[in-house]
């Protein structure tokens, strides 16, 4: 059964604190992973990835991915409390269309 | 200009009874996607629309559940003989191209209750 999993579950930082999120998969016909930054209901996109040790950049967030480990990690830097949110991991399928979720990392940034 | 409307924001309905969740996509966007996201749980994705194609329905949990698109714009979620584990928020999505799931803009979402 294609899984995807992302830890920690919830996470509480100071502003200013670094942070890295976790994604790892066991999942058939793998595509693409992507993160979305989720407040109050609907999530907004942050990155695709698709190739391993390609780190795409952001701002303050980054994320890479590595195929051979099947994971991924977000990283934000400098966090602000405008960083709290839920970030969510998802995955992409080759001739399906359904895209997997994790669970979610719920981040709060305290001032 | 306008991004995916949801409506309504929030539903609550007896046990038994059925619901509509309408979704308004951005215009010109060909894919339309429904997901549900129960408490503590990450998106399960339901059904795909894509142009004029057939749906994908094979995200949909049980026949009580269908979806429609009319006109390749305006999609209907219908819920019949609603049961307290639907409870959840239903959100929309559309996307430009077949290809570009990435590209998923989300809407506001329903927040359904099922008491």
């Known amino acids: 059964e294609d899984k995807v999993v992302q830890s920690p579950l919830s996470l509480v930082v100071h502003e200013g604190d670094t942070v890295t999120l976790n994604c790892s998969y066991e999942?058939?016909?793998?595509?693409?992973l992507l993160w979305y930054k989720q407040e109050k209901k609907a999530p907004t996109f942050l990155f695709m990835l698709?190739?391993?040790?390609i780190e795409k950049k952001s701002g303050r967030l980054s994320s890479i991915l590595d195929k051979k480990e099947l994971f991924s990690i977000l990283n934000i830097t400098a966090t602000q409390t405008g960083d709290s949110a839920v970030y969510l991991c998802?995955?992409?399928?080759?001739?399906?269309?359904?895209?997997?979720f994790g669970a979610g990392t719920r981040l709060t940034v305290k001032p | 200009g306008a991004g995916v409307s949801q409506s309504p924001s929030n539903k609550v309905t007896e046990k038994g009874k059925d619901v509509e969740l309408r979704c308004d996509p951005i215009?010109?966007?060909?894919?339309l996607y429904w997901y549900r996201q129960s408490l503590g749980q990450g998106l399960e994705f339901l059904i795909y629309?894509?142009?004029?194609?057939?749906?994908?329905k094979s995200g949909l949990p049980s026949d009580r559940f269908s979806a429609e698109r009319t006109g390749g714009s305006v999609s209907t979620l219908t819920i019949q003989r609603t049961q307290q584990e639907d409870s959840a928020v239903y959100l929309c999505?559309?996307?430009?191209?077949?290809?570009?799931?990435?590209?998923?803009?989300f809407g506001p979402g329903t927040r359904l209750t099922v008491t």
């Open positions: 629309f894509q142009g004029n194609s057939a749906p994908d």
């Open positions: 215009s010109g966007h060909t894919a």
């Open positions: 698709t190739s391993s040790g």
């Open positions: 999942v058939t016909n793998f595509r693409s």
């Open positions: 999505a559309s996307s430009q191209l077949a290809g570009g799931r990435y590209e998923q803009y």
């Open positions: 998802a995955v992409d399928f080759y001739n399906n269309n359904d895209m997997r």
